[in-house]
């Protein structure tokens, strides 16, 4: 123990390791290994003459006289040549759009794979290419619109330093904007062209010079490629490894860009458990989004609602902690890393999953609360300084016994160095709409009570991103004793093809509470070095090797209260199946009560040490039949367990997927403690009738909290980014299959520019 409390002093004074840390990201520093060995790819961009028709046929002048980005490099399996398959690319502008041109070479005749022809699809079994925007050149932050033979298109945000290893923010296609496409198939090749408006772009206007990559995924031969040289250690779509793009002109200013949508709602919901009458609410609510400059925006919504996204898919609980559900409503995505960045995975000051959501008392399950208005401003100021803004008010909810509360988000960013960058945030929630007189309707709130953080992250990622990762120091503040109130941590990569190491260690206070956040345990001490070494065969098998992944968590009131150790073996097939396979040994002090399954509880004060084997399968996804497997057997606390976790999956050809997502863990555990299985079995069918209409509908049934959920969503996307949502969910005993509750919504956006 005494080891592990050295390196807690070591590293404990925060000022010198932001010192250390702000050295060896500088240029100079040698270590990091700038690999100048990859030309930088140019492509010079001509202003259009004429009109260009987005049609998906690249038959106009302007096209003709394009330059042309190919000559792609091999990504996947090896990243050591050119590309097999062929690919061309090219850009065009003129005052109102930027033109990309794509023309594709199949070299195997066959079927084009896609997940289906809804929007935003994702996945490496796809057939897709993409272009990749950077321009503020600052290769942390960018855009991606991709399209697929059928005319699928796929937009969403780059944002943060990523790695092959592990990332600080990294891929997102929540982020929905209005563009146009269209892509024509050929015998042996196909076509596609994309015009995307300045106005739906984050850009300095004047600018004429901006990063960008290039990436094709090819089903027939399982190849991905790009224009631009990138290292298969790193991700695709890594903004480290970017082309230049040099405009004939200074881009255009895009002028005024204000978009306005507005939505109806109707709603009828019966609670049978309760026995009240049922229930009809109307509403009307929307957004506004305002353009303060080409890079910065404002958004204000009023009234939201968010019915129409889609449940979460439910999860089987065997820790002692809360589970992380990620962001799925609109008004919290975009420009989302400058607020949920910070911290590390399980440990956020920020969660906006916080705001509009509550625990019922009644119950312990979470409900809506209703939001009456948010405003975020978010953006650039400049190319080196990044802000965010928000703030949004919650209504007092009698029923829950909440009150009403205010949440302020303040966060900014500096750009410093190459692509690492120093950021700041402020977060406030403050109890508002309190009845003083009242402490039952209150709930014993007052108007003196909050919960406040402040932060500083510092991210760091060399040039070439062999060296990656983060340290950072929150600090939370309530009324009452904030001694103690603090998180710090360190997560560092190092990531090259043949060697992967990892360091990550935090310390959590006894009274760190962000309130506003996701810290689903605290007062602790943790380090979690890891390694990992792989080896590139020339053969079926694209890559292989061993590793080891650690954690050890200690506090002063128990002294060593967990630990994980696993060594695993990798492989990584050029079919693009993957195999993982391992021994995991945990240990676990109990410090509460815990009851991994209904019955006598395993006692607080006793400690447990047991191995499990653990194993997960990823088939070949650009198979009609695919699925994914992950197992644990072994020993589990004083017992046993069994556990099977997955997705099958049947693709329908183009019009969708039938899926079944599956849980089993069978829990044997000595007298007096109790044995059994918890099931989670979750039906679903993902239908694309036409690229506008879509209907997905899925079943859950979970044995752990006794019940089965159906929901069914339709959505007619009748015009860009304007949907009317038909929205259809009730909840069972899964013993009697009696409904508990059923709601039937209807939805109608419509994005107006104004």
Same mark, same amino acid.
């Given at each position: 123990?005494?080891?592990?409390?050295?390196?807690?002093?070591?590293?404990?004074?925060?000022?010198?390791?932001?010192?250390?840390?702000?050295?060896?990201?500088?240029?100079?520093?040698?270590?990091? #290994?700038?690999?100048?060995?990859?030309?930088?790819?140019?492509?010079?961009?001509?202003?259009?003459? =004429?009109?260009?028709?987005?049609?998906?046929?690249?038959?106009?002048?302007?096209?003709?006289? &394009?330059?042309?980005?190919? $000559?792609?490099?091999?990504? %996947? @399996?090896?990243?050591?040549?050119?590309?097999?398959?062929?690919?061309?690319?090219?850009?065009?502008?003129?005052?109102?759009?930027?033109?990309?041109?794509?023309?594709?070479?199949?070299?195997?005749?066959?079927?084009?794979?896609?997940?289906?022809? *809804? *929007?935003?699809?994702?996945?490496?079994?796809? !057939?897709?290419?993409?272009?990749?925007?950077?321009?503020?050149?600052?290769?942390?932050?960018?855009?991606?619109?991709?399209?697929?033979?059928?005319?699928?298109?796929?937009? =969403?945000?780059?944002?943060?330093?990523?790695?092959?290893?592990?990332?600080?923010?990294?891929?997102?296609?929540?982020?929905?904007?209005?563009?146009?496409?269209?892509? *024509?198939?050929?015998?042996?090749?196909?076509?596609?062209?994309?015009? +995307?408006?300045?106005?739906?772009?984050?850009?300095?206007?004047?600018?004429?010079?901006?990063?960008?990559?290039?990436?094709?995924?090819?089903?027939?031969?399982?190849?991905?490629?790009?224009?631009?040289?990138?290292?298969?250690?790193? $991700?695709? %779509?890594?903004?480290?490894?970017?082309?230049?793009?040099?405009?004939?002109? @200074?881009?255009?200013?895009?002028?005024?860009?204000?978009?306005?949508?507005?939505?109806?709602?109707?709603?009828?919901?019966?609670?049978?458990?309760?026995?009240?009458?049922?229930?009809?609410?109307?509403?009307?609510?929307?957004?506004?989004?305002?353009?303060?400059?080409?890079?910065?925006?404002?958004?204000?919504?009023?009234? @939201?609602?968010?019915?129409?996204?889609?449940?979460?898919?439910?999860?089987?609980?065997?820790?002692?902690?809360?589970?992380?559900?990620?962001?799925?409503?609109?008004? %919290?995505?975009?420009?989302?890393?400058?607020?949920?960045?910070?911290? &590390?995975?399980?440990?956020?000051?920020?969660?906006?999953?916080?705001?509009?959501?509550?625990?019922?008392?009644?119950?312990?399950?979470?409900?809506?609360?209703?939001?009456?208005?948010?405003?975020?401003?978010?953006?650039?100021?400049?190319? $080196?300084?990044?802000?965010?803004?928000? $703030?949004?008010?919650?209504?007092?909810?009698?029923?829950?016994?909440?009150?009403? %509360?205010?949440?302020?988000?303040?966060?900014?960013? *500096?750009?410093?160095?190459?692509?690492?960058?120093?950021?700041?945030?402020?977060?406030?929630?403050?109890?508002?709409?309190?009845?003083?007189?009242?402490?039952?309707?209150?709930?014993?709130?007052?108007?003196?009570?909050?919960?406040?953080?402040?932060?500083?992250?510092?991210?760091?990622?060399?040039?070439?991103?062999?060296?990656?990762?983060?340290?950072?120091?929150?600090?939370? +503040?309530?009324?009452?004793?904030?001694?103690?109130?603090?998180?710090?941590?360190?997560? +560092?990569?190092?990531?090259?093809? &043949?060697?992967?190491?990892?360091?990550?260690?935090?310390?959590? =206070?006894?009274?760190?509470?962000?309130?506003?956040?996701?810290?689903?345990?605290?007062?602790?001490?943790?380090?979690?070095?890891?390694?990992?070494?792989?080896?590139?065969?020339?053969?079926?098998?694209?890559?292989?090797?061993?590793?080891?992944?650690?954690?050890?968590?200690?506090?002063?009131?128990?002294?060593?209260?967990?630990?994980?150790?696993?060594?695993?073996?990798?492989?990584?097939?050029?079919?693009?199946?993957?195999?993982?396979?391992?021994?995991?040994?945990?240990?676990?002090?109990?410090?509460?009560?815990?009851?991994?399954?209904? #019955?006598?509880?395993?006692?607080?004060?006793?400690?447990?040490?047991?191995?499990?084997?653990?194993?997960?399968?990823?088939? !070949?996804?650009?198979?009609?039949?695919?699925?994914?497997?992950?197992?644990?057997?072994?020993?589990?606390?004083?017992?046993?367990?069994?556990?099977?976790?997955?997705?099958?999956?049947?693709?329908?050809?183009?019009?969708?997927?039938?899926?079944?997502?599956?849980?089993?863990?069978?829990?044997?555990?000595?007298?007096?403690?109790?044995?059994?299985?918890?099931?989670?079995?979750?039906?679903?069918?993902?239908?694309?009738?036409?690229?506008? +209409?879509?209907?997905?509908?899925?079943?859950?049934?979970?044995?752990?909290?006794?019940?089965?959920?159906?929901?069914?969503?339709?959505?007619?996307?009748?015009?860009?980014?304007?949907?009317?949502?038909?929205?259809?969910?009730?909840?069972?005993?899964?013993?009697?299959?009696?409904?508990?509750?059923?709601?039937?919504?209807?939805?109608?956006?419509?994005?107006?520019?104004?």
């Amino acid at each position: 123990m005494s080891s592990f409390r050295a390196i807690i002093k070591s590293v404990k004074n925060f000022k010198s390791l932001l010192l250390w840390v702000l050295i060896i990201s500088t240029p100079e520093m040698q270590i990091f #290994g700038q690999d100048n060995s990859n030309k930088t790819q140019q492509l010079h961009v001509k202003k259009a003459l =004429g009109k260009i028709k987005t049609d998906g046929i690249l038959d106009e002048q302007d096209w003709q006289h &394009a330059n042309i980005a190919t $000559n792609f490099w091999q990504y %996947f @399996p090896m990243d050591t040549m050119t590309s097999n398959t062929i690919s061309e690319a090219k850009i065009t502008f003129d005052d109102q759009f930027i033109y990309v041109g794509f023309k594709v070479i199949d070299l195997e005749p066959g079927p084009w794979v896609t997940t289906s022809l *809804r *929007r935003d699809f994702r996945g490496n079994h796809n !057939d897709v290419i993409s272009v990749i925007f950077d321009p503020f050149s600052d290769k942390t932050n960018g855009m991606i619109f991709g399209i697929n033979p059928y005319g699928v298109q796929r937009e =969403g945000l780059l944002s943060g330093i990523t790695g092959a290893s592990g990332s600080q923010s990294g891929f997102s296609l929540s982020w929905d904007n209005k563009w146009y496409s269209e892509a *024509r198939t050929y015998d042996g090749y196909w076509t596609a062209e994309i015009a +995307i408006p300045f106005k739906t772009l984050r850009y300095r206007d004047g600018s004429t010079i901006w990063k960008a990559n290039f990436y094709r995924l090819d089903s027939k031969t399982a190849e991905r490629s790009t224009w631009n040289h990138i290292p298969r250690n790193q $991700n695709i %779509f890594s903004l480290a490894f970017s082309g230049d793009l040099t405009f004939d002109e @200074p881009l255009p200013k895009p002028g005024a860009n204000i978009s306005m949508i507005p939505y109806l709602s109707g709603l009828v919901s019966k609670d049978f458990v309760e026995g009240s009458d049922t229930d009809y609410v109307g509403n009307i609510g929307g957004d506004l989004k305002i353009a303060v400059t080409p890079s910065l925006n404002l958004d204000l919504t009023f009234n @939201p609602d968010f019915s129409q996204v889609e449940a979460d898919v439910q999860q089987s609980n065997l820790t002692r902690f809360e589970l992380f559900f990620p962001e799925r409503r609109q008004f %919290f995505l975009e420009n989302q890393d400058i607020f949920a960045s910070f911290g &590390a995975s399980g440990l956020r000051p920020f969660f906006s999953r916080r705001i509009g959501i509550a625990r019922d008392p009644n119950t312990s399950l979470f409900v809506q609360n209703k939001i009456h208005y948010g405003a975020r401003l978010s953006g650039r100021i400049d190319k $080196n300084w990044r802000i965010g803004l928000m $703030n949004l008010q919650t209504a007092k909810d009698e029923s829950i016994l909440r009150p009403g %509360f205010n949440y302020s988000v303040f966060a900014i960013q *500096r750009q410093m160095f190459t692509r690492s960058n120093i950021s700041v945030i402020g977060i406030n929630k403050q109890a508002t709409n309190i009845l003083e007189n009242d402490s039952t309707l209150s709930n014993g709130f007052s108007r003196t009570d909050y919960n406040r953080l402040v932060g500083i992250d510092y991210n760091l990622a060399s040039a070439n991103n062999k060296w990656y990762g983060k340290l950072f120091y929150h600090q939370s +503040i309530s009324p009452g004793n904030n001694k103690s109130a603090f998180a710090h941590g360190v997560n +560092i990569f190092y990531d090259v093809q &043949a060697l992967k190491l990892e360091w990550d260690h935090r310390i959590v =206070g006894k009274n760190f509470n962000p309130e506003v956040g996701f810290a689903p345990r605290k007062d602790y001490n943790m380090i979690a070095p890891g390694i990992q070494f792989l080896f590139y065969p020339k053969s079926s098998i694209a890559s292989h090797g061993p590793g080891v992944k650690t954690e050890y968590i200690w506090n002063h009131t128990y002294g060593k209260t967990d630990h994980q150790y696993i060594a695993y073996y990798e492989l990584n097939f050029g079919s693009s199946a993957t195999f993982t396979g391992g021994i995991r040994n945990d240990y676990t002090f109990l410090f509460e009560d815990f009851d991994p399954i209904e #019955g006598p509880p395993l006692e607080a004060g006793s400690d447990y040490n047991y191995t499990s084997f653990v194993a997960e399968y990823d088939s !070949d996804r650009r198979q009609n039949f695919y699925f994914e497997l992950e197992t644990q057997i072994g020993q589990f606390y004083n017992g046993s367990l069994v556990r099977f976790d997955g997705t099958l999956n049947y693709r329908l050809g183009i019009m969708g997927v039938a899926s079944l997502n599956y849980s089993y863990n069978k829990i044997s555990l000595p007298a007096p403690h109790s044995s059994g299985t918890i099931w989670l079995l979750g039906p679903r069918l993902d239908i694309t009738f036409t690229k506008d +209409i879509f209907l997905t509908t899925f079943f859950q049934y979970n044995s752990q909290i006794d019940n089965v959920n159906v929901n069914a969503r339709l959505q007619y996307r009748y015009a860009p980014v304007s949907d009317f949502f038909m929205v259809y969910t009730e909840n069972y005993f899964p013993d009697q299959f009696k409904s508990k509750n059923r709601a039937l919504v209807a939805k109608l956006t419509y994005w107006f520019n104004i």
